[in-house]
Nanobody, 126 residues
Framework: EVQLVESGGGSVQAGGSLRLSCAAS????????IGWFRQAPGKEREGVACLSGRDGSTYYADSVKGRFTISSDSAKYTVYLQMNSLQPEDTAVYYCAVDTYGVGTRPLDQWLYDYWGQGTQVTVSS
């Protein structure tokens, strides 16, 4: 079992930045796929970004391309989501998750992910 702990959420004004972190209970992510997802009130959860632990490839939803960056530390113990130019529509609970089979053909498909963190709130005010 993989336990995930997110941190770094908070409140920010439009145009600001936040960095979210996701740690996997003291172990490396190895070759897993690590994804960030978000769920806004009244909306379905959506994929935001994915990092392949195997080869470092990254994938982004169109809505965040050019503004969000997913990365990891060199030992792959922590994955980050750097969020710049935040807008009110980015307000949501953000979750990290892992797909223990690695990145497949649908890296932002939430149903492929096995383990989830508890979520961290991001609120962007106008």
């Amino acid at each position: 079992e993989v336990q995930l702990v997110e941190s770094g959420g908070g409140s920010v004004q439009a145009g600001g930045s936040l960095r979210l972190s996701c740690a996997a209970s003291g172990r490396s992510f190895g070759d897993y796929a690590i994804g960030w997802f978000r769920q806004a009130p009244g909306k379905e959860r959506e994929g935001v970004a994915c990092l392949s632990g195997r080869d470092g490839s990254t994938y982004y939803a169109d809505s965040v391309k050019g503004r969000f960056t997913i990365s990891s530390d060199s030992a792959k113990y922590t994955v980050y989501l750097q969020m710049n130019s935040l807008q009110p529509e980015d307000t949501a609970v953000y979750y990290c998750a892992v797909d223990t089979y690695g990145v497949g053909t649908r890296p932002l498909d939430q149903w492929l992910y096995d383990y989830w963190g508890q979520g961290t709130q991001v609120t962007v005010s106008s």
